[in-house]
């Protein structure tokens, strides 16, 4: 009887051995092993590992999301001058870079109109106050046609539209910040022209779930050396245009051949050209615009390339 009891005891501890060392190796083969060489969970290098190469995929640039953003909190805006400016340029028909406003250099605030490349790229960009429902179909022709663009959007564009904006950054554009109520910045103290900024931007991650990119566009083109400051010192590019027409009035389009010939004529390496989204003219002549333009040899680039400027 003993003995039997002493083989059942040793069957028992044979088998716990049997099984621990099964699941031992499981938890290896599972969890990988630390620089140790034990058995752990997976390292935090190979996370991040993971985590880029699920980034990638998704066509996102590591290196931009990892960019620290530089805010500047003791500015003395009392030493900028504040005297309202708004935005022009002078159209070139020879395909060379436009002209612009002379009054003093924008680029001292990070601000630019045009991307400083040699290269045939035009870099596309729409202004986004309300919806006229032409922004899907305009936004199917970009798919369709693998162009990135920049959408300037105000914080109610976002609330009536959030289902848009988020097609918007799902699709690889950039949704950038056009303030909340779309003011004359200059018009409006440094902490109002802050405001205006900064909770349009938080409105966007709180109801979309996305970060805004940090560019901006001021509102009716208008700027003080003080309101591109301000900017600056937010962490943000500020983003003018060197083509444009009249397509913000619904009510006086221009005709889609006018469109199609506008960029026919004045497309230059590094454009910035603004259109809006309202407008049934851009969403008729959007893939005409498009298709000429890489008839050129031009390709579509990202307003990240200015980030490299600073």
């Not at 997976?42 to 590591?62: A, C, H, M, P």
């Not at 309202?84 to 009054?103: I, T, V």
């Not at 979309?208 to 600056?232: C, H, I, N």
Request: proline share 3%; with cysteine; aromatic share 12%.
């Amino acid at each position: 009887m003993a003995k039997r009891i002493c083989v059942a005891v040793c069957i028992i501890l044979f088998v716990g051995v049997f099984v621990w060392k099964i699941d031992a190796i499981t938890s290896l083969l599972h969890s990988g092993s630390n620089q140790n060489g034990k058995v752990g969970l997976v390292t935090e290098e190979k996370k991040q590992e993971s985590e880029k190469e699920n980034l990638s995929e998704n066509n996102i640039d590591v290196e931009k999301t990892k960019k620290k953003r530089n805010i500047v909190k003791d500015t003395d805006y009392g030493t900028y001058s504040n005297k309202p400016y708004a935005w022009w340029f002078k159209r070139n028909d020879l395909h060379e870079k436009s002209g612009c406003q002379e009054d003093f250099n924008v680029e001292k605030y990070h601000a630019y109109y045009t991307v400083p490349v040699e290269e045939k790229i035009i870099y596309i960009t729409f202004d986004c106050g309300y919806e006229n429902g032409f922004t899907p179909g305009i936004l199917d022709v970009l798919k369709k046609e693998d162009v990135q663009a920049a959408f300037f959007v105000t914080q109610t564009f976002i609330r009536d539209n959030v289902e848009l904006v988020k097609r918007m950054k799902k699709e690889g554009h950039l949704v950038c910040n056009h303030t909340v109520t779309h003011p004359s910045m200059p018009t409006k103290a440094v902490a109002e022209q802050q405001e205006e900024i900064m909770s349009c931007e938080k409105y966007m991650k709180e109801t979309t779930g996305y970060e805004m990119d940090l560019f901006y566009r001021p509102p009716k083109g208008e700027y003080s050396e003080q309101s591109l400051q301000v900017a600056k010192d937010l962490g943000y590019t500020t983003v003018f245009w060197s083509m444009a027409y009249l397509d913000y009035d619904v009510n006086n389009q221009p005709s889609v051949n006018h469109v199609i010939e506008h960029f026919g004529k004045y497309h230059h390496p590094g454009a910035i050209p603004l259109l809006h989204n309202v407008s049934k003219a851009n969403h008729d002549a959007l893939v005409d615009v498009i298709c000429n333009l890489k008839k050129e040899g031009y390709t579509f680039g990202s307003l990240y390339d200015l980030k490299k400027e600073e």
